[in-house]
């Protein structure tokens, strides 16, 4: 069983920086890939990034390709997802995933692990 907790979430300006954080409890961090996806009102769930176990791949969504930077620290039991250059369509709740597969995964039934999520706001 693996617990996740995001955090650093808030509002931001356009053009602005934010960077998550989910920390996992504990002992077989390592043993995960990891991702995030996001939710916003009246949308689907979203894949954003996804990490394989020891952090040597990393995927990520169309959307936020180039922007968003996912990384992890598995002596912090913690997955880390930078944003720059926000745009208010990046608005939504962002969780934190966790997955026993061996590559990155990108569909939601895939990862069996969740966190509550953390709320970003974009907007001026």
């Known amino acids: 069983q693996v617990q996740l907790v995001e955090s650093g979430g808030g509002l931001i300006q356009p053009g602005g920086s934010l960077k998550l954080s989910c920390a996992a409890s504990g002992r077989t961090f390592s043993s995960y890939a990891m991702g995030w996806f996001r939710q916003a009102p009246g949308k689907e769930r979203e894949f954003v990034a996804s990490i394989t176990r020891n952090g040597g791949f990393m995927d990520y969504g169309d959307s936020v390709k180039g922007r968003f930077f996912i990384s992890r620290d598995n002596d912090k039991n913690t997955v880390y997802l930078a944003m720059h250059s926000l745009k208010p369509e990046d608005t939504a709740v962002y969780y934190c995933?966790?997955?026993?597969?061996?590559?990155?995964?990108?569909?939601?039934?895939?990862?069996?692990?969740w966190g509550q999520g953390t709320q970003v706001t974009v907007s001026s």
């Open positions: 995933a966790g997955s026993v597969h061996l590559q990155t995964p990108r569909r939601p039934d895939e990862f069996m692990y």
